[in-house]
């Protein structure tokens, strides 16, 4: 039977995914602190820094997870688990994104898991964004909402302020479970749609400012190399900028 042209386009996207975390997964070097990101393509990065523990060529890695989910794959696949706690700078982090621009600025949080991301990511001496080509955009917010953690006492007032900001705020509600999704910390996830965004710092600095609000996912100026999954002429490969 021939697959549907969606099923094949989302197989291609996961050769896309696996393709560029195992390529990151390979930059990383023996001994270092590496930052686990959260995610599907985050997913293929930690299964190969597993098979490379597993192999003997990687040695004496440890990750610092960005979520419960980056916590459950590096004990699956054999990365010793630390916390921040343990260490004192993290070398690498390696991470996906819902949305990258030309200038390497992001939009993460599709997994809720953005504010634990950016300590992570930020603290890293290099972060790696790891993509499919179908997460490129020219502007940020073109297709994805900008993710908003909240704690749960402030709904009300945060979405009020948000709408201040010209923003269109939806509260993230739990698939397969009633009612909204709670991040890990115990919060909850207000997706913010706007028509532009045309300063993307100023606009980070302003969601942070509101009171009950976490952390956004906007990620500016924060990104030292974005490696692309791509399929060209039905080839797959990786490309960096
Ligand atoms: C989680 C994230 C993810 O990195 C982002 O949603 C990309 O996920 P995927 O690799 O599954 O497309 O920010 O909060």
Redesign the pocket.
């Known amino acids: 039977m021939t697959p549907s042209p969606e099923a094949s386009s989302s197989e291609l996207i996961k050769q896309m ?1 696996q393709m560029v975390g195992i390529a990151a997964a390979r930059r990383v070097k023996s001994g270092m602190v590496v930052g686990l ?7 293929f990065m930690i299964q190969e820094l597993g098979s490379l523990l597993a192999t003997g060529d990687l040695k004496d890695i440890v990750g610092i997870p ?2 419960f989910e980056s916590i459950v794959l590096g004990k699956k696949y054999g990365v010793p688990i630390r916390t921040l706690d343990d260490v004192s700078k993290i070398d690498i982090a390696i ?4 949305e990258v621009d030309p200038a390497k600025n ?9 504010t634990r ?1 950016k300590v992570v990511d930020t603290i890293a001496d290099t972060f790696i964004v ?3 080509s179908s ?1 490129l955009v020219d502007k940020l917010g073109s297709t994805f909402a900008v ?1 908003v953690e909240v704690i749960p006492m402030a709904i009300a007032p945060v979405t009020r302020a948000i709408e201040k900001l010209g923003g269109i705020p939806t509260l993230r509600m739990g698939v397969r479970k009633a009612g909204p999704v709670i991040t890990d910390q115990g919060n909850m996830v207000i997706d913010v749609k706007f028509a532009d965004i045309p300063d993307p710092l100023a606009l980070e600095q302003a969601l942070n400012n509101i009171p009950g609000v976490l952390e956004n ?1 906007l990620f500016v100026n924060v990104t030292d190399v974005v490696l692309v999954g791509e399929i060209k002429d039905g080839v797959p490969l990786v490309r960096e900028f």
Do not use: F, M, N, R
């Not at 991470?95 to 819902?98: E, H, L, P, R, Y």
């Open positions: 995914k990101g959260t995610g599907s393509t985050a997913a960005t979520s991470d996906g994104a819902d992001l939009i993460k949080g599709g997994g809720a898991a953005h991301e790891v993509v499919d997460k993710p996912g």
